[in-house]
């Protein structure tokens, strides 16, 4: 089969290359998907998962990305839950090959059933944005109706989901990001934008929550618009700074298949609008690695293009600028 694979960890993005690698093989309680769509976060080529195993042996030639929706073509021993020619979508594990490949091994439990009237492009938008956004606002920051929140990249795939979700329990939201995103980030229901470039984040005052997919020093300053009892919650890097009563929480998203099929259902009801940016196909990885921080919403891999199902529609910005 084709995949995009690393080896030298020191190359970055330029070490990634279009690979012949073996049919994956299905341990117990996995699934091999044949893979129609996939997502790839570009940070993920400094993650140690993506270099060694659970155990920390090196496992290269690896296989980056880690969202991914398609179709199971085959089973593991022992596993349950799912069949063959189920259409699902959900999260590669970290420490094994990923979603940039034709067919991927996966823990059956990390992936959802996916209705036969959500295109794959789309699904696979959905499984790291739309956890990550969940589980920062929700789970660790407790955000709830009437508090404010101030979410930082609110264009990207994570923030423009939790733009979403944070309008829809009736949060006051706050986006910010660069000023082309403006439009963007007001359509998706934020009742204000700052850019990053050039209005200051002193402007905002005091927020409940704040979360944050950038880091660096727009996360240390954001640190000081946690109002007392807020929540300051970051996937970038682990904070320096705990705020003045308040409370500063890194996470790393973690697989839900119940959250994942209620996010599913979210958009099927038309509550839920993942913004899909550039879609290129496999070979073409390495040039999407390197601009996907330039283009609005979550940049996918098309790989399969086989499935003939109904589309629902979304927001695309493929002629977004480069």
Known sequence: MHAITVRDREAGIAGLAL??????????????????AAG????????PGTWTDRAGRDRTPSVPGHELSGVVVELGYGTTGLTVGQRVFGLADWTRNGSLAEYTAVEARNLAPLAADIDHTVAAALPISGLTAWQGLFDHAQLTTGQTVLIHGAAGGVGSIAVQLAREVGAQVIGTGRADDRDVVLDLGAQAFLDLDADSLDGVGHVDVVLDVIGGDVLERST?????????VTIAEPPAVQPDDGRAVF???EPDRARLADLAQRLRDGRLKPIVGDVRPLVETPAAFARHRRTPGKTIIQIAKDDPTVVVAVPRHDDAPA
């Open 224 to 232: 000081a618009l946690v109002r007392p009892g807020g929540t300051l």
């Open 40 to 47: 790839f976060t570009p940070g993920e080529l400094d993650w």
């Open 251 to 253: 996470f790393v998203v």
């Open 19 to 36: 690979t012949d690698l073996p049919h994956p093989h299905a341990a117990e309680n996995d699934v091999v998907v044949r893979v129609h």
